[in-house]
């Protein structure tokens, strides 16, 4: 979707989004479309590279997101386009990955924009579901036309990869399965229950690590299906299983600000799995599947001590995997290691603050910030994933008196998120663009999840 340059990025209203979509796809493909659907964007409190280790993530869904406009063919051929200005080249005509010899593996078009991948994707594993669930099983030769718009930043960090590939789910499901066909129209959300959502949020996932190849842990498609209004998920990704969290109390007096900081990351350019495969070392270094199972439920600092006293023990006794370390770098592997502990324990922290929230939300509101902060810290120094400007806006909202801030996502690019008192706002959004004129702002406020419009 076009954005002026106005430094607040508005989600505006989505039944508006729809139209003005809908008869853009009439302009692009001469027909009307079946639908509109939508999945939002994630911001993530605490919890960044440690849902592929069986950690807790703490996520909201936000009022911005994607929109796919989409009308089903019957030939067997997907004809993609998005209106994003960066990524915008006309309409990309790729066939159905499921138009190959293979069924178990997608028919893809090497020639085809990356993007139009997590689309692709998306539809293969969604028919993947098919064995056990028919209700999934894509149309014989179905085909679609798509026009994608969205209200993110695209590679902002705040999850437009999987928000795309949700709602895309979502297109496809209405206009070429079953299930699409039992409830038209508005009735498809609702019958979407959890259970139903878990299992998609697995199906994207699943194409964005076998179809595109970035290494996502699940934590971006289970907010984007699963969220819900006014709530946090805590999110057990050792199982996937969730639970919401009112933090209302939290946004009555104070505002969660998301910072996008202008440099766009992807996951799929081997930073992102580097770091993950450092803390895999580490993790068959110590035989730890996944890295959660070296702490107890209710951690302690002494815990993470005690996981990092193991690994120099193991390293000493030359044990089985101390040549992977070895040879990735000891200091990193142990980096990783640090990082991922560290941040299981402020994952359990956090929920104990979001717990106490209803009784004391000043409190609460301290302790979350001062979370934020100490996340940001080991973001930068043990997991390495941050980068000049987001330590620089870090630095400004906590010289602004924010009460606290991180860089969330992937890292490597991307957004910072900031906890900041609601009459703070002003000044420490006028402090930012002073420093770094192009930062885009977001207000994260905790919204419903991947829907039809
Ligand atoms: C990306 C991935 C997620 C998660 C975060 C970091 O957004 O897609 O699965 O690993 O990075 O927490």
């Not at 992807?266 to 580490?282: H, K, P, S, Y």
């Not at 040549?323 to 592997?333: I, K």
Request: charged share 25%; with cysteine.
């Amino acid at each position: 979707m076009h954005q002026d340059q106005h430094p607040w990025i508005d989600p505006g209203d989505p039944a508006q989004h729809a139209t003005t979509l809908a008869a853009e796809f009439t302009r692009v493909y001469g027909r009307e479309p079946a639908g509109v659907w939508f999945a939002p964007g994630r911001a993530n409190l605490n919890g960044e590279h440690i849902d592929f280790h069986g950690g807790r993530c703490l996520p909201t869904a936000l009022a911005h997101g994607t929109y796919v406009a989409a009308a089903p063919r019957d030939d067997a051929v997907l004809r993609l386009r998005t209106l994003d200005e960066q990524l915008d080249d006309g309409v990309a005509v790729v066939p159905s990955p499921l138009s190959g010899a293979d069924a178990d593996h997608p028919r893809l078009a090497q020639d085809a924009p990356a993007w139009t991948r997590y689309v692709s994707g998306v539809l293969w594993a969604l028919d993947q579901l098919a064995p056990e669930h028919p209700e999934f099983e894509v149309d014989a030769g179905y085909g679609a036309d798509l026009l994608i718009s969205s209200t993110l930043p695209i590679g902002g960090g705040l999850s437009s990869s999987a928000a795309l590939e949700c709602a895309a789910v979502l297109a496809f499901i209405a206009t070429g399965t079953p299930f699409g066909a039992e409830h038209p129209e508005h009735r498809l959300t609702g019958a979407l229950d959890d259970c139903r959502r878990a299992l998609l949020a697995a199906a994207c996932m699943r194409a964005e690590v076998e179809v595109v190849g970035a290494g996502t842990g699940g934590l971006d498609q289970t907010v984007s299906l699963r969220g819900s209004r006014d709530h946090l998920l805590s999110l057990d990704c050792r199982d996937f299983t969730v639970r919401a969290l009112n933090i209302a109390p939290l946004l009555r007096d104070h505002v969660l600000l998301a910072v996008d900081t202008g440099q766009a990351h992807w996951l799929g350019d081997g930073q992102f799995g580097d770091r993950r495969a450092d803390a895999e070392a580490a993790a068959a270094l110590l035989t730890a599947q996944p890295l959660r199972t070296l702490l107890p439920a209710d951690p302690t600092a002494d815990d993470v001590d005690a996981v990092l006293t193991a690994f120099d023990q193991q390293l000493k006794a030359d044990a089985a995997g101390s040549e992977l370390v070895r040879s990735r770098g000891v200091a990193a592997c142990r980096r990783r290691l640090r990082h991922a502990m560290t941040e299981m324990l402020r994952s359990e922290q956090l929920l104990a603050a979001l717990e106490r929230l209803p009784a004391d939300p000043i409190e609460a509101a301290s302790s979350i910030g001062e979370i934020l902060t100490q996340g940001h810290l080991s973001m930068r120094e043990d997991a390495e994933v941050s980068f000049d400007e987001a330590d620089d806006v870090v630095d400004v909202a906590l010289q602004g008196d924010a009460l606290g801030a991180r860089l969330i996502g992937g890292g490597f690019g991307g957004s910072v998120l900031a906890l900041l008192r609601a009459g703070d706002v002003d000044d420490i959004t006028a402090a930012l663009l002073r420093k770094q004129p192009k930062l885009r702002f977001v207000n994260v406020v905790p919204s419903e999840p991947a829907r039809a419009l």
